[in-house]
Nanobody, 113 residues
Framework: QVQLVESGGGLVQPGGSLRLSCVAS????????MAWYRQAPGKEREQVAR???????NYADSVKGRFTISRDNAKNTVYLIMNGLKFEDTAVYFC???????WGQGTQVTVSS
């Protein structure tokens, strides 16, 4: 079955950086787009970035210029590089397989001084 396992979250100061990883299994990774979402306490889950199977990317306005999504099909992994982190980036970050309802378990990102 499909499994998505995120890692790389943690506590970081404002202006800091983190790299999230999501390792996928159970499907042909290169055939699917992938996306990162986040959910802050008391807020709805929102899409942060997505990458198509051909590598095309799209970002939420709130993270454009700060976050970069990429993928390594040889490793079945999608990444989210987050620079210039702000307090409002604090959330649980999830990866998702496109055209499905398959989600990872999430990884917590906390931006705090």
């Amino acid at each position: 079955q499909v499994q998505l396992v995120e890692s790389g979250g943690g506590l970081v100061q404002p202006g800091g950086s983190l790299r999230l990883s999501c390792v996928a299994s159970g499907f042909t990774f290169s055939d699917y787009g992938m996306a990162w979402y986040r959910q802050a306490p008391g807020k709805e889950r929102e899409q942060v970035a997505r990458i198509a199977n051909n590598g095309m990317t799209n970002y939420a306005d709130s993270v454009k210029g700060r976050f970069t999504i990429s993928r390594d099909n040889a490793k079945n992994t999608v990444y989210l590089i987050m620079n210039g982190l702000k307090f409002e980036d604090t959330a649980v970050y999830f990866c998702k397989q496109s055209r499905s309802n398959n989600w990872g378990q999430g990884t917590q990102v906390t931006v705090s001084s």
